[in-house]
């Protein structure tokens, strides 16, 4: 089996059975002082933006990271947001700690708060608050909400978490301290949910990840994985980081040598074997698998995915936000075709065709805010 825990295999083999998920919906994120307020809202997040916010991390990863940090800045004209009809509330908006802000109260507070998290921004200078999804029905049914727009941001999961919980603080000290609080976020917002329930235990009582990124540098690593053993198979020796014609020269090489003229349709065996490994990588055998193959690897039209998606994952340089160096590896990782624990001769072939990377010891680290934190399991709320 692959080295990944089985719990990240998990939320990978989510991410390759949403074939079938149907035509694209909208997101969750919300123009200022827009009233997207519908919990059913949360049925239309489409899985494809959240996984494609993660790959413009992995993109950016490969800009050097040198040079003085960005300027990021706050609108304050966009901050201000509606009252909802029919619902007396009071209403807070402004910067604190560098992080724009939306707080609302209730008339008929019941005492718990709400903190939404936001996902990923991409690497623009604005920072932006989103309202929760389902804001009308926390304020009719009692709950304050509170949601940040981070003080940066990139795949910055440390500051997020770190801002968010500044924010519940500052509620604490400009209203009352709450009775519960409680955490939700969606795509890169559910990392910033499960890092801030381990990071700081004592002050949420409950925490709802929607379509988290809960892998941290395992996700990353499969992100390595998909790129190398593809070339493995395709007998073409990588290079990492992968040169610049890499989408260009490379992977049009790649999808040729794993099925002449048809990829991702009609796979030859060394196609075959690579699309087995892809499976044992993100989770093992499960049904809709096949479809969840092809609908990642380029069988929509252009328009609604990039036919290189995965494989333009692998342009990176390693590097992650906050990193000092490399932070994906595979130096450990077996790959094989089957879940039989036993190399086949085949899989034994692979294994000694695969490039082998070995993280930067100041590129990942266990435990705490450095880098992409980890999520450890170490959860004591529902």
Known sequence: MHKSTAWIQAMLASLLIVGLVGTP??????????????????????????????????????????????????????????????????????????????????????????????????????????????????????????????????????????????????????????????IAGVSMGGHITGVSIEQWSNTYHGALPLCGVMGDYALFDFFLDFNLVAQAQAGIAAEFPPPDNYLSTTVPAVKLALAPGTYPFLLNEKGTQFKAAIEQLSGGERPLFDQGFLFWSGALPPQFLDPDFLFGLGMGDGTLPRSKGVSVENVNTVYQFDSDPALSPEEAQLNAAVLRITHDPQGRHKNGLSNVPPINGNIRIP
């Open 25 to 182: 919906l909208p997101s969750l994120a919300q123009e200022p002082g827009s009233n997207n307020s519908d919990p059913s809202a949360l049925a239309q997040v489409y899985l494809p933006t959240v996984i494609q916010n993660v790959a413009s991390a992995a993109y950016s990863s490969a800009a050097v990271r040198a040079g003085p940090p960005p300027k990021y800045f706050v609108d304050e004209g966009q901050l201000p947001f509606d009252a909802l009809a029919g619902v007396e509330t009071q209403r807070l908006w402004g910067i604190h700690n560098g992080a724009g802000f939306r707080i609302e109260v209730p008339a008929n507070w019941n005492g718990d708060l709400f903190v939404w998290a936001h996902g990923y921004r991409g690497t623009g200078l604005e920072l932006t608050v989103d309202n929760p999804p389902f804001r009308e029905w926390l304020v009719i049914n009692g709950f304050a909400w509170a949601a940040s727009s981070y003080s940066r941001n990139d795949y910055d999961v440390a500051t997020g978490a770190q801002d968010t919980h500044a924010l519940t603080q500052y509620f604490t000290g400009r209203f009352a301290k709450p009775k519960h609080v409680y």
